[in-house]
């Protein structure tokens, strides 16, 4: 293997590979990135901690095909050390088994562990393929993956469903005591897409398609046996590209279950309606929450029917003291007073980006609906359950 | 059968069966008399755990030489003349019975001198009747031998238990005597071998050392006036004594030792209220160590329940039981509970980060002006460990550790093994254990959010949770239901023995409902047995378990600063609602010594 490029295209592609290393693994391959110099002018670098696994190409000029490993954290940090806008010449010496860096006038040698010693990685290349624009990938994993839960004791929740609807791609995530809904319209929709994807896989997929090139198409692909997916991300690596890579893919394994028919979940009807500025009702439950962390999390919402209608926001804690605000709002229905767990109305709030949006609810111990209002095509929703103190 | 009375020794046989059970019955009743005549020095000599011979020696008044044969007859005392006395009972023996049972059942010898006679007398009694009466020389004072007990009553004699038994029955009557009166000089011996033998300093710390050796007498917390002389009976009840540091704890309650009026009482409210004021300092299942004594006018109390004058009845007994818990509870919170290592090494003002750095630093270099506690220039054991009584001048007599700020502030170095936060005080080293510690937090606060609003918040399901449990435990979910309400689950029948879960403790949000609620039931099953707590606050302290951070968590820097500020916010911030530690405490002084430094 021989292959030359440019530090900063390489230091990007480690970054992105480095969020599968594992810092605790008993096996030490776990701990390397594959290089892998491709024809005609690739160098894939490859990490996997068993759960997920992410590929990434980056431009290089592939002088000798060839693969090996190296430690990770180590060709990082050296790497990032480097100075910008270098040519990297890089040159596996198979008899003595290390990598030979030379850059500038600085040379180093890697010990390397034998590219066959790394696991396999499937790619995507399956049956059931659906593509997107990377973006709108990026923007649902956002909406959903926060709703699940972190309770391993619960795999199925811990996971995103992915799965079509028509002739939409559906994101859901719940934890049991909220759930979020973000549906998308997508072409050539395979019609038995129906997946549990750990949600941190997809968080770590959001975050690599914050890079990806918006022109591009993201595609997603569930391999034959059914047991994993690909997600491939466009990137905007040419050969004279700086700090970016060809593209990308993530490789997760699937939780294998049968997900809660959230469909039941979500409330058919409503009594009370309120119309919210959505960055108002985020900042008064912003400032609300500081006292409602210290009780419980409790924020109570009264809706007052009028014209103009109000909504009254109070949160109130024994040690720090209570807050009180009054916002604007469009009241249709009768007066409610309902209490939240103000960490998950903050959870929505967070991903809302409509700048009106709608709450929904009818009695104190029901489910309450939270959408945007004006999202077009894209439907989210985000129901929570309401908290009681009799 | 015709109806007779019944001839004087089959009656005092009967009568005796209700003084004297044992051996040991025999040593109080005995005992009670030496104190009821003064006596400064009472000696316990048994053999055979007192069945072959037990003889009380003291050094008080005597008996005149013309009362003697009275002594040995029922109903015969000089402690109480008028029906109103027994309103008002101060001495320990009233109902004129006791020497007469005794009598009756055994071989007793009495040898007493008056004080103000010249020479004494010496009386035999076999089977309560006198065999002989004779003047002989002893010493002012009385004793009294007793031999073959119940050699005339076969029943009672086949139920004697071994004299190892037996012994220690004695070993707890003249234990409680010690304890009772620190003032009077307690000698007792067993088989020829003196098992203790209290100064008589009249300090109950000293009778505590003697009586429970000096180590469990170093860990143990004076509780109000300790001091001598004691109160003489006041209308209000009284409570001083000594209760062992939390870190000293029995599996059963047989080291509470609770004394009224200076008599040795089986009181069970009482002692649930010592075990009480322990409340979160002590695991579950584990009873302190207690000398308690409470001193109370004796017209607001009858002592004439039993014979043995074991239980007595209060007019006020909640009065009391309040008294004693607040009075332990008090003790309690005031001592510095970080348990080891106990050297105390106060500062004669609050320093800042950087003196507490440099002494910290230059601790063990003899430059420790600041430091209360000399420091010696030889290696030698902690100064605590020279001193065998510590808690006669004990670190809570200082007034520089006002109630409320028991924990110093603290800066977060680093996390072991994912289970225990490092973090640096004023004056050392503190290991905290992160679960502990939160359990402890969280238990505040739900207690506080309960006092508050009468009950837990809770978080709803999205959809109710099936959940199957064995009969146990579902038992449990029928009988605990109100409780289980308040503390936040919302738990309602589904069938035989399936239940719905439709709500949780909103401080468990998130968590796996089914396994919240198996956890806290098992919880419950498991400690049915364990009283002390509330229902409820049992349920709040599994609940805070199952919602505190585990051990194996990795916590970043933020969360553990933020454990620990709350942590310092707490009222008892060192233990956790089980009673576990939350830190260890490795003061300045004892790192120096570690490093060889001192």
């Not at chain 2, 806290?520 to 349920?539: C, F, I, N, S, W």
């Not at chain 2, 968590?553 to 530690?581: F, I, K, N, W, Y």
Request: aromatic share 6%; charged share 25%; hydrophobic share 40%.
């Amino acid at each position: 293997m021989r292959v030359l490029c440019l530090q900063e295209n390489l230091a990007k592609g480690l970054s992105v590979v480095n969020r599968a290393i594992s810092s605790r693994t008993t096996l030490p391959i776990l701990q390397n990135v594959l290089l892998r110099a491709e024809a005609p002018a690739s160098l894939k670098l490859s990490a996997t901690n068993l759960d997920i696994a992410i590929n990434c190409w980056v431009a290089a000029q592939v002088e000798e095909e060839g693969a090996t490993t190296v430690p990770a954290r180590l060709v990082t940090d050296f790497v990032n050390t480097l100075p910008a806008g270098e040519r990297l010449r890089m040159e596996l010496n198979v008899r003595t088994q290390t990598l030979h860096v030379e850059c500038d006038r600085t040379e180093a040698n890697f010990r390397v562990i034998d590219a066959s010693d790394f696991p396999v990685i499937p790619t995507g290349d399956g049956e059931s393929t659906l593509t997107l624009p990377p973006a709108t990938l990026r923007h649902m994993i956002q909406q959903v993956a926060f709703a699940a839960s972190t309770d391993e004791s619960r795999p199925t929740l811990t996971g995103v469903y992915v799965t079509t609807d028509e002739q939409r791609l559906v994101f859901v995530a719940t934890d049991g005591y909220r759930l979020a809904y973000r549906a998308t319209p997508v072409d050539n929709v395979p019609s038995d897409l129906a997946v549990i994807v750990p949600a941190r896989s997809l968080n770590e997929l959001a975050r690599i398609a914050a890079d990806a090139d918006e022109e591009g198409d993201a595609t997603v692909t569930v391999t034959e046996d059914r047991n994993q997916v690909v997600f491939r991300i466009p990137g905007k690596g040419t050969h004279d590209s700086r700090g970016a890579f060809q593209r990308a893919e993530i490789v997760s394994q699937l939780i294998d279950a049968t997900y809660p028919n959230y469909k039941a979940i979500i409330p058919g009807k409503w009594d009370t309606r309120v119309v919210l500025n959505t960055q108002e009702f985020k900042q008064s439950i912003q400032r609300a929450y500081l006292f409602a962390r210290e009780s419980s999390n409790i924020v109570k919402l009264s809706v007052v029917p009028g014209d103009p209608g109000a909504l009254h926001v109070h949160a109130s804690s024994s040690d720090y003291g209570d807050h009180h605000a009054v916002l604007d709002a469009i009241v249709e229905g009768p007066e409610l007073e309902i209490a939240f767990n103000g960490r998950y109305l903050l959870d929505v709030l967070q991903v809302l980006d409509s700048p009106q949006m709608v709450l929904e609810m009818t009695k104190p111990s029901r489910p309450g609906v939270i959408r945007p209002v004006g999202a077009g095509e894209d439907e989210f929703l985000y129901v929570l359950m309401p908290m009681n103190l009799r | 059968m015709p109806i007779r009375v019944l001839p004087p020794e089959v009656a005092d046989k009967i009568a005796a069966g209700e003084v004297v059970e044992r051996p040991a019955s025999v040593v109080k009743e005995l005992i009670e008399n030496a104190l009821d005549a003064g006596a400064r020095t009472v000696r316990v000599e048994i053999r055979e755990g007192g069945i072959r011979q037990i003889k009380v020696q003291d050094d008080g008044s005597g008996i005149p030489a013309a009362e003697v044969p009275l002594a040995v007859r029922r109903h015969a005392t000089s402690k109480i003349a008028t029906a109103e006395d027994l309103e008002a009972i101060r001495t320990l023996g009233f109902r004129g019975e006791a020497l007469a049972s005794i009598a009756s059942v055994s071989l007793l010898t009495l040898i007493t001198r008056h004080r103000e006679e010249a020479t004494g007398t010496r009386l035999v009694v076999e089977g309560g009747r006198v065999q002989h009466q004779e003047r002989v020389g002893h010493p002012a004072g009385t004793t009294v031998i007793v031999e073959h007990l119940f050699f005339n009553t076969p029943a009672r004699r086949k139920f004697l238990k071994t004299p190892r038994t037996e012994a220690g029955h004695i070993h707890r009557v003249v234990s409680h005597y010690a304890l009772a009166y620190p003032e009077v000089r307690f000698t007792y011996i067993s088989d020829g071998r003196v098992v203790f033998q209290t100064p008589g300093s009249g300090r109950l710390l000293d009778a505590v050392a003697v009586v429970m050796g000096k180590e469990m007498a170093a860990q143990m917390i004076p509780v109000g006036e300790v001091e001598m002389p004691w109160p003489e009976a006041p209308p209000n009840p009284r409570v001083w004594g000594y209760v062992g540091d939390p870190a000293l704890h029995r599996a059963n309650r047989q080291y509470i030792t609770i004394f009224l009026n200076r008599r040795w009482i089986q009181d069970y409210k009482l002692s649930q209220a010592i075990v009480q004021a322990y409340h979160t300092f002590l695991p579950v299942g584990r009873y302190p160590v207690a000398v308690i004594h409470v001193g109370l006018d004796p017209r607001l109390v009858d002592v004439n329940v039993h014979p043995t004058k074991a239980e007595v009845r209060f007019r006020d007994p909640r009065a009391v039981f309040a008294a004693v818990q607040k009075a332990v509870r008090a003790a309690l919170v005031q001592v510095h509970p970080v348990r080891e290592p106990r050297a105390e090494v106060h500062w004669s003002q609050p320093p800042g980060w950087a003196e507490r750095r440099q002494s910290l630093v230059e601790a063990g270099q003899g430059s420790q002006q600041e430091l209360t506690l000399p420091v010696e220039e030889e290696p030698g054991p902690l100064p605590v460990s020279r001193d065998p009584h510590p808690e006669t001048n004990p670190p809570l007599t200082s007034p520089s550790q006002p109630r409320g700020k028991l924990l110093p502030l603290l800066r977060v170095i680093g996390q072991v093994g994912a289970t225990y936060i490092v973090a640096e005080g004023p004056d050392g080293l503190y290991l905290i254990d992160q679960h502990a510690a939160h359990e402890r937090v969280l238990y505040e606060k739900l207690m506080a959010e309960r006092a508050r609003q009468g009950q837990v918040a809770r978080q709803q399901l999205l959809t109710p949770v099936p959940i199957t449990v064995d009969s146990e435990l579902a038992g449990i979910v029928a009988e605990h239901a109100a409780a289980l309400e308040a503390s936040g689950f919302e738990i309602e029948v589904f069938g035989k023995d399936t239940y719905l879960i439709r709500a949780i403790p909103a401080v468990l949000s998130g968590q796996d409902p089914t396994r919240v609620v198996e956890e806290v039931l098992r919880g419950l099953a498991e400690e049915k047995d364990v009283t002390g707590d509330t229902l409820e606050e049992r349920l709040i302290t599994l609940i805070c378990k199952r919602a505190a951070v585990k051990g194996g968590q990795v916590l970043s820097d933020a969360e553990m600063r933020a454990l620990v500020r709350e942590l310092e916010a707490c009222e008892t911030p060192h233990t956790c609602p089980h009673g576990r530690p939350t830190m260890l405490h490795i003061t300045a002084q004892e790192l120096a010594k570690l490093f060889g430094r001192l």
